[in-house]
C-alpha cells in the first residue's frame, strides 16, 4: 500500500477569511484588497427534529452508532477516480450491510450508460413552466438511475443561475431568475426522491462560468494561473439571488448538495466555511450531506471542519493513489485534529439522506459501468483488475419517451408568428439546415456530446446523457407531410447555398430553417468553445443561412435549438420570417416535440427563461475570458448585483428583442379584475436560543494497531483509496516530517468547539429553507384570464412585485401557473406572495427585512406586458 501524506492536510492553511465582495473593483486588482470570505465555525451538527428528516435521523442514528471509526471514514471518502463503476462511489460498510453508495451525473438522465433516456434539459423545462411536468422529468429520472443501482443522482442545477448568457453550463439549470429556478430545483427534487434516488443541488456556489474552474483545466488551454476563479459575490446579492433557489431545495428537502469547484471570496467553495457551516447548514438548516464536485477539495481537516462531509471522487487528484480523506481523515480524528463529533456528523449526515429516500438497507446492485459499455471487464476500472460482467444493459426507460416528447412541445416557445403557424397540410414543406438532421456518426459519437453535428438536442460535457435514440426534425416532419399528402423535400446543409435557393425560391414553398448554438463543460473544446461560448451569434453561419431563405422566400419559419439566448437582431423583424420557435435542448424526442407544436397538435404556451437581448453587450454581464490577476485566482467581480437578465435590461431602460417570460399562442387571452387579498401572517419572529451540544455516536478505538490494511483479509487495490493506515506509527503514517507540531495551532478558532452554538436569527428552528416565516403567505393575488379565441390554449399568467426600493428591481417574478382554458371560457390565476417574496436582505441585520417602500403587484404574460397591476395594502 503506499504512503498517503498527511503534509496535505497539515500544511495546507484553511479557508482564508471574510467579509463582503470587494468594493473597489474599478481600482487596478494591485491596488486593490481581494474580496474575502469570513469564517464560520464550529460546522453545524444535525437537528433530531428538522421538519421531514425526524424519522431519517432516528434511523442513521441507530445505524451510525454501530459503525466503527474505519467504516465512517469509508463512507466519506471516495474510492477514487474510476475505483468502481459509478463516476464516484464511496466505500462499502459490508459488515453493515451496505454496499457503496453510487454517485452518477447528470441532471437530464443517467449518464455514461445504455438503454436509458435522454431527456430534455433543465432550461428546456424550466421553459414549460409548468410545475407537475418538472416534477414528473425528475420522478421519470429518479426511476431510471434507481433501475441502475444509482444512489445519488448528480443534479438538478442552480449554479450556474445564468449570470452571463454566454455561460457554458446554464442549459444544464434553469434560468437565470432565481424564483424560476428555485421551482425548477424543489420540483425536481421531490420528484428524483419519491423515485428512491437521492439528489445533489449543484454547484454551490458561484459557479457562473468554465473558464478558470480548475487550475489544471485552464492550464491546459495555456492559461498560467495557479489559484481558481474566485467569484466575488457580495452579502445581498448572494442572498437575493445566487443562494434564493438553494434555500428552495434545502426546503424540498434535498439529501446532497455539491460545492463548486472555484472560489467564493478567494476562498475554495469545498472549504470556505461561511458557505457551508454558515449559509447552508446553518441560515438555510440544511440536513444533508455536502460532496465535493470531482477534485474541488483542495485540503484535508481544513476542508472537514469548514463542513464538507464526502470527498469526490476521494484522491487528491484523479488517479494519484492518494486522498486529503481517508487515511489522512482517520488519522486526523484519533490524534483530535478533527473532532469525533465531526466525522460522526458526516456519517449521520450521509446516511440521513440515505434513510430519506430507501426502506432498505440492502440495496439492488449497480448493474452498469461508467468506463465501459462492454458487458464484461475489470470492476476496478483504473486498476484494470477484477475482471467480471460489469454491464447487464438494462433497460430503464419505461415510456419515458412520452414525457419527453411532451415537455420537449410544452417547452417550446413561440417567439414570433405572423399567422403562418400553426400549419395545415402545407402543400409543399421545405426542411433546410443541418440542425434538421442526424449526426451523421450517430448520436453519442461524440464523448459526452462534445461536438455540434446534425440536430441538437443536448448540450455537452457531464450533464449529459447517451441517447436511446434521436427523433430527428427531418424525420418527424417528413413523416407529418406523408400523411397529410404534402410535397417534402429537405437539404440538411448549412452550405447547399445554390441548391437550397433553387429550392425555396418555388412557388408554393413553406420553408422551415433550423440553426443552433452550441455550449457546454469547461473540459471539452468545441471548435474553440472552452465550455462557454465564445460569442451569441448562431454556429455554422446560422444567421447567413437564415437571412438567405428568407431573401428567397416570403414564408420562412425559423427554429433555433440552444442553450441560451442567441443574437436575432438581424433578421428577426424580416416580413419573410412568419416565425420563430426556441426548441431549447430537447432530448431524445426532438423531431416529434417541434411537429407537436409546428402543427398545433400542441398549442405553445412555454416561456423564454431568459432575456434575448440586442447584443451580447446589452446584458451588462460576461464570461471572464482572460486572468486578470497576474497568475494569482483570476478575479470576477459580480459588481451588477442582483442586477441580471430581465433586471439589468429594465434598470438600464433598454430595448430587447424579446423579454424574459415572453411567449405566443395559436390562441389569445386577455387579463382582468385583478384583486389583493390580505392573509394575517402575523409579525416575523427571529429565530432566537441554541442547538444542543455536538453529540457523538458510538465509540472508537484509540489503538493505532486497529486501523492498520487488513492485507490478510483482501487484496490492495491498485490506486483504490482506503481509510486504512500502512503502520502503526502515526508519523510514519502521516508522511509528515513535521507531524504533531502543528495540528493543534493550524485550525482556525472554535473549528472544533462542541458546546451549544447560538441558532442564527434567519434560521428555521426545525425548519429547512430558514426561518419558517419567511415562507408566510402575506398576500394572495388573484386574475380572470379569457380564452378569447377560438381553440383551447395554455396560459402562463406571471405574478411580479416591485419592491419600491432605490436598489431594487423594477419588477421580480415571485410565482406563476400554467392554466388550461377553454375558447370562450374564463380561468381564475391564483398567485401567492410570501414574507420572502417582499423581503430584501438585511447585511447589518443578517435577516430578511420588509422595506418601507410602497409595493405593487402585476400580472401578465410576461416581464414586460404587465397587464395588471395593483398596489399592495
Ligand atoms: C464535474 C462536474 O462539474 C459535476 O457537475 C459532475 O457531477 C462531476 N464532474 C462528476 O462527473
Not at 469570513?38 to 434511523?59: H, K, L, Q, V
Not at 484494470?384 to 410544452?410: F, M, P, W
Not at 438581424?570 to 412568419?578: C, F, M
Not at 415571485?814 to 406572495?833: E, V, Y
Amino acid at each position: 500500500m503506499r504512503l498517503r501524506s498527511a503534509a496535505q492536510w497539515l500544511l495546507v492553511l484553511p479557508a482564508r477569511s471574510s467579509g463582503l465582495a470587494d468594493k473597489n473593483s474599478h481600482q487596478p486588482l494591485e491596488k486593490r484588497t481581494l474580496a474575502t470570505s469570513e469564517p464560520f465555525y464550529p460546522s453545524p451538527w444535525m437537528n433530531p427534529d428538522a421538519d421531514g428528516w425526524t424519522e431519517a435521523y432516528a434511523r442513521a442514528k441507530e445505524f451510525v452508532s454501530r459503525m466503527t471509526l474505519l467504516e465512517k471514514v469509508n463512507l466519506t471518502t471516495g474510492v477514487g477516480w474510476e475505483a468502481e463503476q459509478c463516476v464516484g462511489q464511496v466505500g462499502a460498510i459490508p459488515r453493515l450491510g451496505l454496499r457503496s453508495l453510487c454517485m452518477q451525473d447528470s441532471p437530464l438522465g443517467v449518464r455514461g450508460t445504455d438503454f436509458n433516456s435522454g431527456f430534455p434539459s433543465g432550461q428546456t423545462a424550466a421553459a414549460t413552466f409548468d410545475r407537475g411536468l418538472i416534477y414528473r422529468r425528475g420522478y421519470a429520472m429518479g426511476q431510471e438511475a434507481r433501475g441502475k443501482g444509482v444512489n445519488v443522482l448528480l443534479g438538478p442545477v442552480a449554479g450556474p443561475l445564468g449570470r452571463a448568457p454566454t455561460g457554458g453550463r446554464n442549459w444544464e439549470g434553469f434560468s437565470p431568475d432565481p424564483v424560476l429556478t428555485g421551482v425548477g430545483m424543489a420540483e425536481s427534487i421531490k420528484g428524483i426522491q419519491d423515485a428512491g434516488t437521492i439528489a445533489c443541488a449543484k454547484h454551490f456556489i458561484g459557479n457562473e462560468q468554465e473558464h478558470f474552474r480548475q487550475v489544471g483545466e485552464a492550464q491546459g488551454y495555456g492559461f498560467n494561473i495557479s489559484e481558481a476563479l474566485s467569484s466575488n459575490i457580495d452579502d445581498k446579492t448572494l442572498h437575493e439571488l445566487y443562494l434564493w433557489p438553494f434555500a428552495d431545495a434545502v426546503r424540498a428537502g434535498v439529501g446532497s448538495v455539491m460545492c463548486s469547484y472555484q472560489q467564493l471570496n478567494n476562498s475554495y467553495s469545498c472549504q470556505n466555511s461561511k458557505l457551508l457551516n454558515g449559509l447552508l447548514k446553518g441560515e438555510l438548516g440544511f440536513q444533508g450531506f455536502v460532496m465535493s464536485d470531482w477534485q474541488a477539495q483542495h485540503t484535508g481537516a481544513a476542508s472537514a471542519v469548514a463542513g464538507l462531509d464526502m470527498t469526490m471522487p476521494g484522491d487528491t487528484e484523479f488517479n494519484t493513489g492518494r486522498s486529503y480523506w481517508g487515511a489522512n481523515l482517520t488519522l486526523a480524528v484519533l490524534n483530535g485534529t478533527v473532532p469525533a463529533y465531526r466525522i460522526d456528523d458526516m456519517a449521520m449526515r450521509i446516511m440521513a439522506a440515505f434513510f430519506k429516500v430507501n426502506k432498505d438497507i440492502k440495496l439492488d446492485p449497480i448493474n452498469f459501468s461508467f468506463w465501459t459499455l462492454d458487458t464484461y471487464g475489470p470492476i476496478h476500472w483504473a486498476a484494470q483488475t477484477g475482471y467480471q460482467q460489469i454491464n447487464y444493459h438494462v433497460d430503464v426507460r419505461a415510456d419515458h419517451g412520452s414525457l419527453i416528447r411532451e415537455i420537449g412541445a410544452k417547452g417550446t416557445v413561440l417567439l414570433k408568428n405572423t399567422g403562418s403557424l400553426p400549419l395545415k397540410k402545407p402543400k409543399f414543406l421545405a426542411v433546410i439546415g443541418e440542425d434538421a438532421g442526424p449526426n451523421t456518426s450517430g448520436p453519442n459519437s461524440c464523448s459526452d456530446r462534445g461536438c455540434d453535428n446534425g440536430t441538437l438536442a443536448m448540450g455537452w460535457g457531464s450533464g449529459t446523457a447517451n441517447f436511446p435514440y434521436v427523433v430527428t426534425p427531418d424525420a418527424a416532419l417528413q413523416a407529418q407531410a406523408l400523411q397529410d399528402g404534402s410535397r417534402y423535400e429537405s437539404i440538411l446543409s448549412n452550405y447547399a447555398t445554390s441548391q437550397i435557393k433553387a429550392l425555396v425560391s418555388q412557388a408554393n414553398v413553406t420553408a422551415i430553417v433550423f440553426v443552433n448554438a452550441d455550449s457546454g463543460e469547461g473540459y471539452i473544446n468545441v471548435d474553440g468553445n472552452m465550455g462557454d461560448r465564445k460569442n451569441l451569434t448562431l454556429w455554422k453561419d446560422g444567421d447567413a443561412l437564415v437571412k438567405n431563405v428568407a431573401s428567397w422566400c416570403s414564408n420562412t419559419i425559423v427554429v433555433i435549438h440552444s442553450p441560451g439566448p442567441v443574437l436575432l437582431t438581424e433578421w428577426y423583424n424580416s416580413p419573410n420570417v412568419t416565425a420563430i420557435l426556441w426548441a431549447g435542448l430537447p432530448g431524445q424526442e426532438s423531431g416529434n416535440s417541434i411537429a407537436d407544436v409546428l402543427y398545433g397538435r400542441v398549442n405553445p404556451a412555454a416561456r423564454s427563461p431568459f432575456t434575448w437581448g440586442p447584443t451580447r453587450e446589452s446584458y451588462g454581464t460576461d464570461v471572464l475570458y482572460t486572468p486578470n490577476n497576474g497568475n494569482g485566482a483570476p478575479q470576477d467581480d459580480f459588481t451588477e448585483g442582483v442586477f441580471i437578465d430581465y433586471r439589468y435590461f429594465d434598470k438600464t431602460n433598454s430595448s430587447v428583442i424579446y423579454e424574459f417570460g415572453h411567449g405566443l399562442s395559436y390562441t389569445t387571452f386577455e387579463y382582468s379584475n385583478i384583486r389583493v387579498q390580505k392573509s394575517n401572517a402575523g409579525k416575523y419572529e427571529p429565530t432566537t436560543g441554541k442547538t444542543s451540544p455536538a453529540p457523538t455516536f458510538g465509540n472508537f478505538s484509540t489503538n493505532l494497531k486497529d486501523y492498520v490494511f487488513p492485507s490478510h483479509e483482501f487484496p490492495y487495490v491498485y490506486e483504490y483509496i482506503y481509510p486504512y493506515l500502512n503502520t502503526t506509527d502515526p508519523k510514519a503514517a502521516s508522511g509528515d516530517a513535521n507531524y504533531g507540531q502543528t495540528a493543534d495551532k493550524f485550525l482556525p478558532p472554535h473549528a472544533t468547539d462542541s458546546s451549544a452554538q447560538p441558532l442564527l436569527r434567519s434560521s428555521g428552528k426545525n425548519s429547512p429553507g430558514g426561518n419558517r416565516q419567511l415562507y408566510d403567505v402575506m398576500y394572495t393575488i388573484t386574475a380572470d384570464i379569457k380564452n378569447t379565441g377560438s381553440i383551447v390554449g395554455e396560459e402562463v399568467p406571471q405574478l411580479y412585485v416591485a419592491l419600491g426600493g432605490p436598489d431594487d428591481p423594477k419588477v421580480q417574478l415571485r410565482d406563476f401557473d400554467r392554466i388550461r382554458i377553454d375558447p370562450g371560457k374564463t380561468a381564475q390565476f391564483r398567485g401567492t406572495l410570501t414574507r420572502r417574496d417582499l423581503s430584501n436582505w438585511d447585511t447589518t441585520l443578517q435577516d430578511w427585512v420588509i422595506s418601507k417602500y410602497k409595493k405593487t403587484a402585476y400580472v401578465g404574460r410576461s416581464s414586460r406586458k404587465l397587464d395588471l397591476s395593483i398596489e399592495l395594502p
